[in-house]
């Protein structure tokens, strides 16, 4: 422990340390320090001058005790060191056994590495040394990929190997900004969990993410979400399209978007929507895809289709579906294939494979290998393929149509 005193100046440096590898309790090691710190007179060398001594209080209020220019160091069982915390000023209750600390900068470690370094208004210490608590204009800050974290309330428990800041918790990272009730930080393997109220914004692919539960895995580059999320795609900061879906991951390295559960995707132009269990939506090729039963809706056209699986090329403005196709209008005119491509530019689709193509009014079916038209307008060409198959055209009697 060292004591230096400047001439002109009444300035003590010390370092407490808290660590139960001393067995030493916390405030007979407090008590035991001010037995040996001295003021420094003015205009000499350094000199001891008088013993600090405890001011007497009422007995109902707590007896306090105050360093200068303090350190405070906690190690674990291996003498690793788990925070250090450096303030202006520190505060010693003896009944509360708390370490109180002013203006804090600490560094938080983790396995004997700076895992975050932090400072704050005010640094409450627990007795035992266990945790840390850091209050008012909170920013930590991750060395090792830049992470900062802004709040209100930070808690540090090196034993769950848990970060906590919360109260207007606010990140900040070169791919990310996120703003939440509580950020959640496990420093090994670097993952955050965003908790209550989540708005992430990710620079690149540029999307908006809103959800209560939102989990960010630095180290790859992913982020999670597990409750009900909706993800805005932006284009020349306006929003082109929209994802929603019970859960979703987006791989920020890749830029692929996977949402998954009652999957949903709206886009503005043209004005359609896609629904599936799963589906993956690559942001740099603006390509949707899905290996499950897909639906799409043409709001313009009023055309469903459905199929057993789909692609969508949004800058292409196309759409291929493959098994069990089936394309309904809004008179309920409908026409089913093995496949179909949709050319959503020109309102036409091709369709192949065991075609079947059906009108209400007049009613009437064309079964063939190929068709080609616009279901909305009820102007299909159905033919016979490669194959030579005749096309074969049922019209049903208005009357017979009618008693079905």
Sequence with gaps: MKQHNKRHGEISSHRVPVSPL??????????????????????????????????????????????????LEQADDVGRPIWKVRAKQAKYTKEKQIGQAESPYGELYQDGKIVYQVQAQQADIEQDGKQLFLKGNIVATDP?????????????????????????????????????????????TQRVDFLGKVVANSMEPPLQ????HLVWQIKEEKLIGDRPVQIDHYKNNKITDRGRGDAAEVNLKTKIATITKNAQIELLEPPMQIASNSMSWN?????????????????????????????????????????????????????????????????????????????????????????????????????????GNRVVTEIIPKEKFQSQ
């Design 22 to 71: 001393h067995r030493v309790p916390y405030h007979l090691l407090t008590l035991g320090l001010l037995l040996i710190l001295g003021l420094a007179g003015c205009g000499g060398n350094t000199t001891l001058t008088k013993l600090p001594v405890e001011i007497p209080q009422d007995k109902d209020t707590d007896s306090k005790l105050t360093f200068f220019a303090v350190t």
């Design 144 to 188: 090792r990929n830049g992470t900062v974290l802004r709040g209100n309330e930070l808690e540090w428990r090196p034993d769950e190997d848990l970060l906590i800041v919360r109260n207007q918790m606010y990140g900040t990272h070169k791919q990310l900004q996120a703003v939440a009730q509580e950020a959640r930080v496990k420093t090994r």
């Design 209 to 212: 993410i809103r959800t209560e």
């Design 283 to 387: 942001l740099s090729t603006e390509t949707v895809t899905t290996n499950s039963p897909v639906r799409i809706f043409h709001r313009a056209e009023n055309v469903t289709v459905t199929a057993n699986q789909g692609e969508l090329k949004i800058p292409q403005k196309i759409a291929y579906l493959t098994g069990n196709v089936n394309g309904v209008g809004e008179r309920s005119q409908s026409l089913k294939s093995k496949e179909l491509t949709w050319y959503l530019n020109n309102k036409l689709v091709e369709a192949q494979g065991d075609v079947v193509y059906k009108q209400v009014d007049p009613p009437m079916t064309f079964t063939g290998e190929k068709a080609i038209g616009n279901i909305q307008k009820e102007n299909i060409v159905v033919s016979g393929g490669n194959s």
